[in-house]
């Protein structure tokens, strides 16, 4: 630690502070009970215990597998395992353990060795150097962190139900388009008042739509064509783009280019373009309808050709994302257990209510306009998520640095009681190696722990 | 020919849908009839003395044409600065927004045949009830929040029981629904207060009811709509944060829903005799209530979450609240039923210690999940009284919550925490157990509009915490 420290705050070694060990290396989680004391692994508080080793507060350290470096408070009664290292502020504390907690439960903060399975060593716990403010200072800097993290916490929390809800919300307001509310007002300024007529679906899903009078009647059969894809043996297929071969596009392409497929383009049999609306038909999910590729589309791939006579591409592709189609699609294709995936006839079959062309466009407008917006809100409530995982760690920092509460002159320096521990331990050292015997025979029969201090 | 009030009502119904396809609002057509039926309700109860001569319902009935609608606007104007407090209460900044002769003759005309005394009988009062209730769906009106949706308001009634001869208050009386109700729910007891001696009736009428209300429109609407449901007791024009509220008659029921939101710009209420000081409007509130209850007076206030667990002041609150009174029931309420949706709120029902008892009055506190797992309420799916009736019934009839009640478990939606229990979740009220099931079912989803709500409203409680985050972290550096 190279910067400077604030006034009556000390650099110590972690070994000076607090009494560093192992955890019980006797114990696994195959010792774990249903009920009893609380029982820390590497990967956090996750059993109970008949019995307690401990009886303080402390910090318990994943020393050993994938999550090592994250670290857990421990308070009452507990027990550390097998891979764990335990960091106890012991004798007259200099620290507290919630202080240290919140220091030290930073991944990165640890040197870890190892290759496949990565460790933390007890030396480098040991000799870990700490700031160590006054303890009324660490007292006051637990109390702020912790308010901090409370709205933190919330406005995470707020955030983090944003983007759900914006699905929640496309998927109502294209309920709305199919159910003709979206232009209501503007049927209203032609023809005043207006009934409403409905078709019932019966299997595989049950239920209504229902929509303006003055829309007609048809099924998805008759407005569109639906067209398979085809694809040569895996062996013709190649990874990175060449002279004489085109993209063929799988479902996973729409996400990410990372798995991007070619095939030669003599062997090539169906295409689509990137405005052409393709549909999943496997899952999971089945029947995502997706857009903006081109090239050769395979077999679980399909593309939904409009007879644009009578309706407008775009509301044909929001039609085909009504959230009651997709459950009718997901439904019919649950009977042959997914196998079929989207049944193309049964697809044919669904009734659709078509309003005129020129409404058809109106209620594209009008879907397009609310998704867009809530588009961006999606993006900047995620943005904004993003940016609060950032600022808890600067408030981190900023607490270490000593700058997030003030100090107190008055506050007993950290040094003196740093010299005072020093001192105790002098005393105690010659008796430590006895008790620490002691205590690892103790333990090996699961009985209570008597605190011993580190070497 | 005489009309029943039947007729009449149903035509200034029809008057409404009229007058709005020629651009008034509800909240305009309703300050209308506010204004037409003081007039005319002076004519027939005699009391047109507090109107200065020449501006009573005769002169407006008898002109014609343009000469009545000039007429009527010189009215307002006249009337919103002369003649006695009450009539200053109705008309103050009174304007019209009909434009048309022929429309405010077509109101005057109905409203000239009503018979006032039967027409308060036979839903005058309910017309201008439903009036208010339509206006605060309005959402660009804003007046959602001047208005508890009715099904909220009778379920608190109905635990609470007001009784003849208590004083009920509401310190943020709005259009004065819960005092109606409790009127209504004592009539219901006591078959129209004709089981009372005329004292008591006096008092019924004269005193029981009252409370503040701060915006002036709003403050004519309640008046309005106390004084067509025979109640004349007096709702002030004020603020209940300032020292008005300290003056309130302490009382033995408080039912309320203080306005959501924050005091505009920040501030601290102005009088100061609240313990606790706070911007935070409905934690003032809060204070208000359970210290101008009387002894063992009884409580039920509606509250956004944030009351149950903002830190500091808030939790100073709470404590505060669980000493001197007895917090025996929390109602968690559905979201979607007000109309700023995606706000949570609960009901909070508490009773005053005894006299000389301020500090351990709360030794449990009952906790109703009304919240998770409900369908959504809104335009689809009506909200009525039915949904309360599960809580209604694990409330129990005892209005200060003593009830012999059974605690469900974890599974349930009704559970029992001790006082230590709350103090170990450091005095957070904010309890929740039950997980969040409810899929989408494309039936059942919420209007787009509601659910575009529900987003802001979580962006803004997003901003609100990272804003007091930003505070707490200024405040040291």
């Given at each position: 630690?190279?910067?400077?420290?604030?006034?009556?705050?000390?650099?110590?070694?972690?070994?000076?502070?607090?009494?560093?060990?192992?955890?019980?290396?006797?114990?696994?989680?195959?010792?774990?009970?249903?009920?009893?004391?609380?029982?820390?692994?590497?990967?956090?508080?996750?059993?109970?215990?008949?019995?307690?080793?401990?009886?303080?507060e402390?910090?318990?350290?994943?020393?050993?597998?994938?999550?090592?470096?994250?670290?857990?408070l421990?308070t009452g009664?507990?027990?550390?395992?097998?891979?764990?290292?335990?960091?106890?502020?012991?004798?007259?504390?200099?620290?507290i353990a919630g202080?240290?907690f919140r220091?030290?439960?930073?991944?990165?903060?640890?040197?870890?060795?190892?290759?496949?399975?990565?460790?933390?060593?007890?030396?480098?716990?040991?000799?870990?150097?700490?700031?160590?403010?006054?303890?009324?200072?660490?007292r006051r800097i637990v109390a702020k962190l912790e308010a901090l993290n409370e709205r933190s916490r919330r406005?995470?929390a707020?955030?983090?139900?944003?983007?759900?809800?914006?699905?929640?919300?496309?998927?109502?307001?294209?309920?709305?388009?199919?159910?003709?509310?979206?232009?209501?007002?503007?049927?209203?300024?032609?023809?005043?008042?207006?009934?409403?007529?409905?078709?019932?679906?019966?299997?595989?899903?049950?239920?209504?739509?229902?929509?303006?009078?003055?829309?007609?009647?048809?099924?998805?059969?008759?407005?569109?064509?639906?067209?398979?894809?085809?694809?040569?043996?895996?062996?013709?297929?190649?990874?990175?783009?060449?002279?004489?071969?085109?993209?063929?596009?799988?479902?996973?392409?729409?996400?990410?280019?990372?798995?991007?497929?070619?095939?030669?383009?003599?062997?090539?049999?169906?295409?689509?373009?990137?405005?052409?609306?393709?549909?999943?038909?496997?899952?999971?999910?089945?029947?995502?309808?997706?857009?903006?590729?081109?090239?050769?589309?395979?077999?679980?791939?399909?593309?939904?050709?409009?007879?644009?006579?009578?309706?407008?591409?775009?509301?044909?592709?929001?039609?085909?994302?009504?959230?009651?189609?997709?459950?009718?699609?997901?439904?019919?294709?649950?009977?042959?257990?997914?196998?079929?995936?989207?049944?193309?006839?049964?697809?044919?079959?669904?009734?659709?209510?078509?309003?005129?062309?020129?409404?058809?466009?109106?209620?594209?407008?009008?879907?397009?306009?609310?998704?867009?917006?809530?588009?961006?809100?999606?993006?900047?409530?995620?943005?904004?998520?993003?940016?609060?995982?950032?600022?808890?760690?600067?408030?981190?920092?900023?607490?270490?640095?000593?700058?997030?509460?003030?100090?107190?002159?008055?506050?007993?320096?950290?040094?003196?009681?740093?010299?005072?521990?020093?001192?105790?331990?002098?005393?105690?050292?010659?008796?430590?190696?006895?008790?620490?015997?002691?205590?690892?025979?103790?333990?090996?029969?699961?009985?209570?722990?008597?605190?011993?201090?580190?070497? | 020919?005489?009309?029943?009030?039947?007729?009449?009502?149903?035509?200034?119904?029809?008057?409404?849908?009229?007058?709005?396809?020629?651009?008034?609002?509800?909240?305009?057509?309703?300050?209308?009839?506010?204004?037409?039926?003081?007039?005319?309700?002076?004519?027939?109860?005699?009391?047109?003395?507090?109107?200065?001569?020449?501006?009573?319902?005769?002169?407006?009935?008898?002109?014609?044409?343009?000469?009545?609608?000039?007429?009527?606007?010189?009215?307002?104007?006249?009337?919103?600065?002369?003649?006695?407090?009450?009539?200053?209460?109705?008309?103050?900044?009174?304007?019209?927004?009909?434009?048309?002769?022929?429309?405010?003759?077509?109101?005057?005309?109905?409203?000239?045949?009503?018979?006032?005394?039967?027409?308060?009988?036979?839903?005058?009062?309910?017309?201008?009830?439903?009036?208010?209730?339509?206006?605060?769906?309005?959402?660009?009106?804003?007046?959602?929040?001047?208005?508890?949706?009715?099904?909220?308001?009778?379920?608190?009634?109905?635990?609470?029981?007001?009784?003849?001869?208590?004083?009920?208050?509401?310190?943020?009386?709005?259009?004065?629904?819960?005092?109606?109700?409790?009127?209504?729910?004592?009539?219901?007891?006591?078959?129209?207060?004709?089981?009372?001696?005329?004292?008591?009736?006096?008092?019924?009428?004269?005193?029981?009811?009252?409370?503040?209300?701060?915006?002036?429109?709003?403050?004519?609407?309640?008046?309005?709509?106390?004084?067509?449901?025979?109640?004349?007791?007096?709702?002030?024009?004020?603020?209940?944060?300032?020292?008005?509220?300290?003056?309130?008659?302490?009382?033995?029921?408080?039912?309320?829903?203080?306005?959501?939101?924050?005091?505009?710009?920040?501030?601290?209420?102005?009088?100061?005799?609240?313990?606790y000081?706070t911007?935070n409007?409905?934690l003032?509130?809060l204070?208000?209530?359970?210290?101008?209850?009387?002894?063992?007076?009884?409580?039920?206030?509606?509250?956004?979450d944030n009351v149950l667990f903002e830190e500091n002041s808030g939790a100073d609150i709470r404590r505060d609240l669980m000493d001197?009174?007895?917090l025996?029931?929390i109602?968690?309420?559905?979201?979607?039923?007000?109309?700023?949706?995606?706000?949570?709120?609960n009901?909070l029902?508490?009773?005053?210690?005894?006299?000389?008892?301020?500090?351990g009055?709360t030794?449990s506190t009952?906790i109703?999940?009304?919240?998770?797992?409900?369908?959504?309420?809104?335009?689809?799916?009506?909200?009525?009284?039915?949904?309360?009736?599960?809580?209604?019934?694990?409330?129990?009839?005892?209005?200060?919550?003593?009830?012999?009640?059974?605690?469900?478990?974890?599974?349930?939606?009704?559970r029992?925490f001790t006082r230590e229990d709350i103090k170990a979740r450091g005095d957070n009220l904010d309890i929740a157990w039950?997980?969040?099931?409810?899929?989408?079912?494309?039936?059942?989803?919420?209007?787009?509009?509601?659910?575009?709500?529900?987003?802001?409203?979580?962006?803004?409680?997003?901003?609100?915490e990272?804003?007091a985050l930003?505070?707490e972290?200024?405040?040291?550096?």
């Amino acid at each position: 630690m190279t910067q400077e420290l604030p006034k009556g705050w000390i650099s110590a070694p972690l070994g000076e502070v607090a009494a560093c060990d192992w955890g019980n290396t006797t114990l696994t989680k195959a010792a774990y009970v249903s009920n009893g004391f609380i029982a820390f692994s590497a990967s956090g508080p996750d059993g109970f215990l008949p019995n307690y080793e401990q009886d303080c507060e402390g910090v318990v350290l994943s020393a050993i597998g994938a999550r090592c470096g994250k670290c857990f408070l421990a308070t009452g009664k507990w027990s550390a395992i097998k891979n764990t290292i335990t960091i106890v502020p012991d004798g007259i504390p200099a620290v507290i353990a919630g202080f240290l907690f919140r220091y030290l439960n930073r991944e990165d903060l640890w040197p870890k060795r190892g290759g496949g399975q990565p460790f933390i060593g007890l030396g480098d716990v040991r000799t870990l150097l700490a700031p160590i403010p006054p303890p009324k200072e660490q007292r006051r800097i637990v109390a702020k962190l912790e308010a901090l993290n409370e709205r933190s916490r919330r406005a995470k929390a707020a955030l983090d139900a944003v983007p759900p809800l914006v699905e929640k919300f496309k998927q109502s307001v294209l309920a709305a388009a199919f159910r003709g509310d979206l232009t209501a007002d503007w049927r209203a300024k032609l023809q005043g008042s207006e009934g409403r007529q409905s078709a019932s679906i019966r299997e595989p899903y049950i239920h209504e739509i229902d929509a303006p009078a003055t829309w007609t009647q048809s099924s998805i059969g008759e407005l569109c064509e639906i067209q398979g894809g085809s694809q040569p043996p895996k062996s013709t297929f190649i990874q990175k783009p060449r002279d004489g071969y085109v993209r063929l596009i799988q479902i996973r392409d729409y996400k990410s280019d990372k798995y991007a497929t070619y095939i030669p383009r003599e062997l090539a049999r169906r295409f689509c373009t990137s405005t052409d609306i393709m549909i999943g038909r496997y899952g999971p999910p089945i029947f995502q309808i997706l857009r903006g590729l081109a090239g050769a589309y395979n077999v679980a791939l399909m593309k939904a050709v409009p007879n644009e006579a009578r309706i407008e591409a775009e509301f044909l592709y929001y039609y085909l994302q009504h959230p009651q189609l997709r459950l009718f699609v997901e439904a019919g294709s649950q009977r042959t257990a997914g196998q079929d995936g989207v049944r193309k006839e049964e697809l044919y079959s669904y009734p659709i209510f078509l309003p005129p062309k020129e409404e058809q466009t109106l209620i594209v407008q009008r879907i397009e306009s609310m998704l867009h917006r809530h588009e961006e809100i999606k993006s900047t409530a995620e943005g904004a998520r993003g940016a609060m995982a950032v600022l808890d760690r600067a408030i981190l920092a900023k607490a270490f640095r000593g700058e997030l509460v003030e100090q107190d002159p008055n506050d007993e320096p950290a040094s003196v009681l740093l010299e005072r521990i020093r001192a105790e331990r002098e005393k105690a050292n010659g008796k430590t190696s006895e008790k620490r015997a002691a205590r690892r025979a103790q333990s090996k029969r699961g009985s209570k722990q008597v605190r011993g201090e580190a070497t | 020919m005489a009309e029943t009030t039947t007729d009449i009502v149903a035509k200034l119904w029809n008057l409404c849908h009229i007058l709005r396809d020629d651009g008034i609002t509800y909240h305009q057509y309703v300050s209308e009839l506010t204004y037409l039926l003081f007039l005319k309700m002076a004519k027939e109860t005699d009391a047109e003395k507090q109107l200065p001569k020449g501006f009573r319902w005769s002169n407006l009935e008898s002109k014609e044409g343009v000469d009545q609608l000039n007429f009527y606007r010189e009215l307002l104007l006249h009337l919103g600065t002369k003649g006695s407090d009450r009539v200053l209460a109705i008309f103050a900044n009174a304007t019209t927004a009909l434009k048309v002769p022929r429309n405010l003759k077509k109101l005057v005309d109905a409203i000239d045949d009503l018979d006032w005394y039967s027409a308060k009988t036979e839903g005058l009062g309910d017309l201008y009830e439903g009036l208010l209730e339509k206006n605060a769906s309005e959402k660009k009106s804003g007046a959602g929040q001047y208005f508890t949706p009715r099904p909220l308001i009778d379920s608190m009634v109905h635990l609470v029981k007001p009784q003849a001869g208590e004083l009920v208050q509401d310190p943020a009386a709005g259009t004065g629904g819960f005092l109606i109700a409790a009127d209504r729910y004592v009539k219901a007891a006591t078959d129209d207060l004709a089981e009372l001696t005329v004292k008591q009736q006096d008092f019924q009428i004269r005193q029981a009811f009252y409370g503040v209300e701060l915006v002036q429109d709003t403050h004519r609407l309640a008046l309005m709509n106390l004084m067509l449901h025979d109640i004349e007791a007096p709702i002030e024009l004020g603020d209940t944060l300032s020292p008005l509220g300290e003056r309130l008659a302490p009382a033995d029921v408080i039912l309320t829903n203080p306005p959501f939101g924050t005091k505009k710009g920040g501030g601290l209420p102005t009088r100061d005799d609240f313990t606790y000081r706070t911007s935070n409007k409905q934690l003032c509130f809060l204070q208000h209530v359970y210290r101008n209850l009387k002894p063992g007076g009884r409580a039920a206030i509606v509250l956004p979450d944030n009351v149950l667990f903002e830190e500091n002041s808030g939790a100073d609150i709470r404590r505060d609240l669980m000493d001197k009174a007895d917090l025996h029931t929390i109602l968690r309420l559905p979201t979607g039923i007000f109309y700023a949706q995606g706000v949570k709120t609960n009901v909070l029902f508490f009773t005053k210690g005894e006299k000389n008892k301020d500090k351990g009055n709360t030794k449990s506190t009952w906790i109703y999940d009304m919240r998770a797992n409900m369908p959504s309420f809104g335009k689809r799916t009506a909200f009525t009284r039915e949904a309360f009736a599960e809580f209604e019934a694990a409330f129990g009839s005892d209005p200060y919550g003593k009830s012999r009640r059974k605690d469900t478990g974890e599974e349930g939606r009704f559970r029992k925490f001790t006082r230590e229990d709350i103090k170990a979740r450091g005095d957070n009220l904010d309890i929740a157990w039950l997980r969040d099931d409810s899929a989408h079912d494309p039936d059942d989803l919420p209007e787009p509009a509601d659910i575009a709500d529900e987003i802001m409203e979580n962006l803004r409680v997003a901003m609100t915490e990272m804003e007091a985050l930003r505070r707490e972290l200024e405040a040291t550096s």
